[in-house]
Structures are given as C-alpha cells and as structure tokens.
C-alpha cells in the first residue's frame, strides 16, 4: 500500500502565496505521475496541475502562471507551489498519485488526505 500524506495550506490574504506538499511512502517500486486537484465547496472536483516522471507539467488555464508543480523524485514528494492566490482558488486541495508496488504488480494510484486552503478578501 502506498500512503500520500499531505501539508501545508491555511489561510492567506489575496495575493499572498502558500506551498502544499504531498509526500508518498510505503511498498514503493515505481512512483508514476503526480497531480494536483481542487475541489470547492458545493463544486466538483477539478484537476489543477499534472507532472509525469521526467518532469513534464500540466496546469489548468485558471492557474496557469500563478501555481507551479514540481516534484522531488529523491525523496517520493510532489509540490504545488501557489503565488498571487485569489478567493476563487479557496478549496481542498487533493494530490494524487500513480504507482507501482512491486514488479510485476498492476498500477495503482493512491490519494492524499486533503488540505483546506482559504484565500481571504
């Protein structure tokens, strides 16, 4: 089994910035892409950033040039980096992540426990 354990969000002021991180542990053989999705309240969920093993990357059109995915590969942990944050992105904020337990083993993929993120006006 392979565990997400989430941190970081909070509340912030408009404009302001915050980091989440999602950090995966457990029987690990390969650790596939990473993302990033929000959900609001009375909304449904949403995807907000993508990044594939290598490093390529996916934001949402709503995001773009304001979040930053990136990853640690040494360490199993995916980042969303928020800047210019604005009320419309207050959400829970889920990471999800693909993965292989041990050779010969299907894919999987696994959740974190979310992370509620406000943006005050």
């Known amino acids: 089994q392979v565990q997400l354990v989430q941190s970081g969000g909070g509340l912030v002021q408009v404009g302001g910035s915050l980091r989440l991180s999602c950090a995966a542990s457990?029987?690990?053989?390969?650790?596939?892409?990473m993302e990033w999705y929000r959900q609001a309240q009375g909304k449904q969920r949403e995807l907000v950033a993508t990044i594939t093993t290598t490093g390529s990357t996916n934001h949402a059109d709503s995001v773009k040039g304001r979040f930053t995915i990136s990853r640690d590969n040494a360490k199993n942990t995916a980042y969303l980096q928020m800047n210019s944050l604005k009320p419309e992105d207050t959400a829970i904020y889920y990471c999800?992540?693909?993965?292989?337990?041990?050779?010969?083993?299907?894919?999987?993929?696994?959740w974190g426990q979310g992370t509620q993120v406000t943006v005050s006006s």
């Open positions: 457990g029987v690990l053989f390969r650790l596939g892409a």
């Open positions: 999800n992540a693909y993965y292989i337990s041990n050779i010969g083993s299907s894919p999987g993929n696994s």
